[in-house]
């Protein structure tokens, strides 16, 4: 489970919008991803070598697109580790990767105050990489999180 300690007012108003979009994540319906689903039952040992040191423009977190112009970003590295960029403030912490598997957390990072738009994409994100239980590349190229009930929670295109 995915931990973000945060301290003073911003880190109170930051807990409380993170609750706030914990409890409607859990209400709400997310579409299903046929193709993140199909690459999953078709994923080998080898697949999981294809997140190794590999970079990720996030375009999706729960069906909202990123915002345009604060690119959103994940990097893989060779040591089990994850890191990068919510569009505001930068992260990084450990990851699992199996063969269809991904565990990420505890995360820590910047605390920079941005606007509420990109202050709720950060939590948007934290929220989805808490809830990723597996993982998927499409016939796109693209990476999927998938969560427990096979929802996309996130989608994102190789960094060129």
Same mark, same amino acid.
């Given at each position: ?13 930051? @807990? ?12 709400t319906?997310l ?7 199909r690459?999953?039952s ?18 999706k977190?729960?069906?909202n ?9 994940l990097?893989f590295?060779?040591t089990?580790?994850i890191s990068?960029?919510?569009? @505001? ?7 699992a990767?199996d063969?269809n ?11 920079m ?8 994409q950060e939590?948007h ?6 809830l ?5 590349i499409?016939?796109?190229?693209r990476?999927?999180?998938v969560d427990?009930?096979g ?6 295109s190789?960094?060129?």
């Amino acid at each position: 489970m995915t931990a973000f300690v945060t301290h003073g007012l911003y880190g109170r108003r930051l @807990c409380l919008l993170a609750g706030i979009v914990g409890l409607l994540a859990g209400c709400t319906m997310l579409s299903h991803n046929s193709d993140a689903t199909r690459s999953l039952s078709n994923s080998t040992e080898d697949q999981a070598v294809v997140l190794r040191n590999s970079h990720w423009l996030i375009e999706k977190i729960f069906q909202n697109k990123a915002i345009k112009g604060y690119p959103a970003t994940l990097e893989f590295t060779e040591t089990d580790h994850i890191s990068g960029n919510s569009g @505001c403030n930068v992260f990084h912490g450990a990851v699992a990767i199996d063969q269809n598997s991904i565990s990420v957390g505890p995360l820590a990072g910047t605390r920079m105050a941005c606007s509420d738009q990109l202050m709720a994409q950060e939590i948007h994100l934290y929220t989805a990489i808490d809830l990723a239980q597996q993982w998927a590349i499409d016939r796109q190229g693209r990476l999927h999180f998938v969560d427990v009930s096979g929802k996309t929670v996130l989608s994102a295109s190789p960094a060129d």
